[in-house]
């Protein structure tokens, strides 16, 4: 398959949520990356917000006049499916951090992505330079984990369990006991488990009501942190850049995609702007 840097229709690509779009075998790669980094860390890996794994032609035009010197040339850019004459597929991973850098090194190289290929240096951007249209054997499966090598990532977490019924409502409890926070939207709630680290119990409709008769709710976007209500709060950075973060006391989780974002600021959060490196340290690991 031979298309034009940023010129491939995008229902020729595997759509995976927001503005995230990759041909079949990227798309596998990236999904088993993402798998296996859970598996072995707790970390569930995200794409960046934005057009930030294929990126068609005329958003390169708009990134460069945005990003400068950060974008590529239009035309040019290893997010739009040819890079050097190749064919290369590149994914900018929000939170790769989460796993510390070797980490991230070493589970992108066994998923087959490289990493640390454009200048200046993007530590987050990775590229898969195998031919992206063929899905790869063996990538529906997750490699066993070998349990002496894996270290699950102990996290301060104000999430003590989750619960999510057949209707795909999502239940939140912050601490045991505590009153349970009712999500309504999937990709809410992966914005949450993004950064945390965080997963449900599937329960059945009956199981999650039961939950509810016996510790009560309180309404989204409020939390209970068992001495005062508390507001769950979207951050953003103060030197403007795009990522938004959902804040639950002082841990802040990633919000995974636009859609999400719209969720959660549909509901009348507020939104507090804070330092770049006050983020960083908020974004416990
Ligand atoms: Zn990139």
Not at 121 to 127: A, D, M, P
Not at 226 to 252: E, I, K, M, N
Request: net charge positive.
């Amino acid at each position: 398959m031979s298309y034009g840097n940023g010129r491939i229709p995008l229902d020729r690509l595997v759509h995976l949520g927001g503005e995230h779009y990759l041909p079949p075998g990227t798309a596998a790669r990236w999904k088993w990356l993402q798998r296996v980094a859970h598996e072995k860390y707790g970390v569930w890996l995200i794409i960046t917000v934005g057009w930030n794994a294929y990126r068609p032609l005329d958003v390169q035009v708009t990134y460069k006049r945005l990003y400068g010197n950060m974008a590529a040339e239009p035309g040019k850019s290893s997010h739009g499916g040819t890079f050097g004459g190749r064919i290369v597929f590149a994914v900018d991973v929000n939170n790769w951090a989460a796993l510390g850098w070797d980490r991230f090194v070493a589970l992108c190289r066994l998923a087959g992505f490289t990493v640390d290929f454009v200048s200046p240096r993007e530590q987050w951007h990775i590229g898969d330079f195998n031919d992206g249209w063929a899905v790869p054997a063996g990538s529906e499966t997750t490699p066993t984990i070998k349990p002496e090598t894996t270290r699950k990532r102990r996290r301060e977490t104000m999430i003590h369990a989750a619960w999510r019924d057949t209707n795909g409502t999502i239940g939140v409890q912050c601490r045991p006991n505590g009153r349970i926070t009712l999500i309504g939207d999937p990709i809410e709630w992966a914005g949450i488990s993004a950064g945390s680290g965080a997963s449900f119990y599937q329960v059945g409709n009956d199981h999650l009501q039961g939950l509810i008769r016996r510790f009560g709710t309180i309404p989204w976007p409020n939390y209970d942190d068992g001495t005062t209500t508390q507001h769950v709060q979207v951050v953003a950075p103060l030197d403007g850049g795009p990522s938004r973060y959902l804040a639950f006391g002082d841990d802040l989780w990633p919000i995974s995609g636009t859609d999400a974002l719209a969720k959660v600021m549909e509901q009348g959060v507020a939104v507090v702007m804070l330092p770049a490196d006050v983020i960083k340290a908020r974004l416990k690991s």
